[in-house]
C-alpha cells in the first residue's frame, strides 16, 4: 500500500514547486486537485499526471476569489469524498521599494500570498474536521526571515505567512490539523527565472543561478524536488508531533552571514 493511499490533497499553484508536491503526493496514493490560474501550465500538468497514471486533476482557480476557492474545495470533497491536506504554493512576486510598489500591487501581492491560505483555510478547515484532522503546508520564503534589498510587499506578506502559520496550528491542534510553514532558500522555477531577469537583466538565467548558488553554502541552488520531498515529510504520520513550525529548505543559506 503507498503511504497516501486514500488521502486527499489541494496543491496551490500549478507550476514549479507546487506542480513538484502535487505530482510527489499522487506518486504515493494521494488523490490530488492542484489549483492555477495559468492555463498552458495547467493544460500542460494534467498532461502529465494524465501520461503518468496519476490521480491528479487541475482546476483552472483564481484562489484569491472566495468563491473559486468554495467551489474547489466542494468539488474536491465531491470527486474524491473528504480533504486532508492543503498546500499553499500559489504566490505573486513583485519587486520594488514601497515608494516603488504601488497600492494595487501591494493588494495584489498580499492578496495571492496570504490572503489565499485563509480562504482555502476558511473553506478547507470545516471538511479536515469531518475527516478527523488532517495538514496543511504554507510556502513562506527566507525572505520571511531576512530579506533582500527591493522586494518589500513579498517579504512582508512571507513573514505574514509565518505568522498566519502559528496563528492556524494554535486554533486547530484541537482539532488534529497541523500546520506548518516551508522557506526555501533560492529554488530553480519559473519565480526565480524572473527574479534573475530582475535583477541582472541581460546576464543568461543560468549564470545568474550560479552566482546564487553560490550563496547558498551547499554551493547551488535548489529544486523544487527538493521541497517537494519535506512537505511529504510534513504532511505525513512521520511528523505526527510537528506543527506550528517553519522548515527551511535553503542549502544553508541563513546559517550564515554574508558567507559566500
Ligand atoms: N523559487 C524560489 O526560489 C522560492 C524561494 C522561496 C519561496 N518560494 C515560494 O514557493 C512557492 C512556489 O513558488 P515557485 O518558485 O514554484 O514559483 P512559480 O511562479 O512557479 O509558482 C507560483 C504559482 O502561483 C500561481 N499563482 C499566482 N497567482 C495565482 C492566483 N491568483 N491563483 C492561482 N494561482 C496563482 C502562478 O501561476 C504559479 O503557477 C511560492 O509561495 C514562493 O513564494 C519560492
Known amino acids: 500500500m503507498k503511504e497516501f493511499e486514500g488521502k486527499v490533497a489541494i496543491v496551490t499553484g500549478t507550476t514549479g514547486i507546487g506542480r513538484a508536491i502535487a505530482k510527489r503526493f499522487a506518486a504515493v496514493g494521494s488523490n490530488v486537485l492542484a489549483c492555477g490560474i495559468e492555463v498552458a501550465a495547467n493544460k500542460e500538468l494534467a498532461l502529465e499526471a494524465q501520461a503518468s497514471g496519476l490521480s491528479l486533476h487541475v482546476e483552472l482557480c483564481d484562489v484569491t476569489q472566495a468563491n473559486a476557492v468554495r467551489a474547489a474545495v466542494a468539488k474536491t470533497v465531491k470527486e474524491f469524498g473528504g480533504l486532508d491536506i492543503i498546500v499553499n504554493s500559489a504566490a505573486f512576486h513583485p519587486f520594488g521599494t514601497v515608494v516603488e510598489t504601488d497600492l494595487e500591487t501591494w493588494n495584489r501581492c498580499l492578496m495571492v500570498n496570504v490572503g489565499s491560505i485563509y480562504l482555502m483555510a476558511h473553506y478547507g478547515v470545516p471538511a479536515m474536521k469531518k475527516r478527523g484532522g488532517g495538514a496543511i503546508i504554507n510556502l513562506a520564503s527566507v525572505q520571511g526571515h531576512a530579506c533582500q534589498r527591493g522586494v518589500a510587499a513579498y517579504a512582508a506578506s512571507k513573514g505574514a505567512v509565518h505568522s498566519l502559520t502559528r496563528a492556524l496550528a494554535l486554533d486547530h491542534a484541537s482539532d488534529n490539523i497541523r500546520v506548518n510553514s516551508i522557506s526555501p532558500g533560492s529554488i530553480r522555477t519559473p519565480m526565480l527565472e524572473r527574479s534573475a531577469a530582475n535583477f541582472a537583466p541581460g546576464v ?38 510537528c506543527t506550528g513550525g517553519d522548515y527551511l529548505v535553503d542549502g544553508g543559506l541563513l546559517a550564515g552571514i554574508g558567507v559566500q
Do not use: N
Not at 553554502?217 to 504520520?237: C, K, M, N, Q, Y
Open 204 to 241: 543568461l538565467v543560468a549564470e545568474v543561478f550560479q552566482r546564487w548558488g553560490q550563496a547558498h553554502p551547499l554551493g547551488r541552488i535548489g529544486t523544487p524536488e527538493e521541497v517537494a520531498e519535506l512537505a511529504a515529510f510534513l504532511v505525513s504520520d512521520r511528523a505526527a508531533f
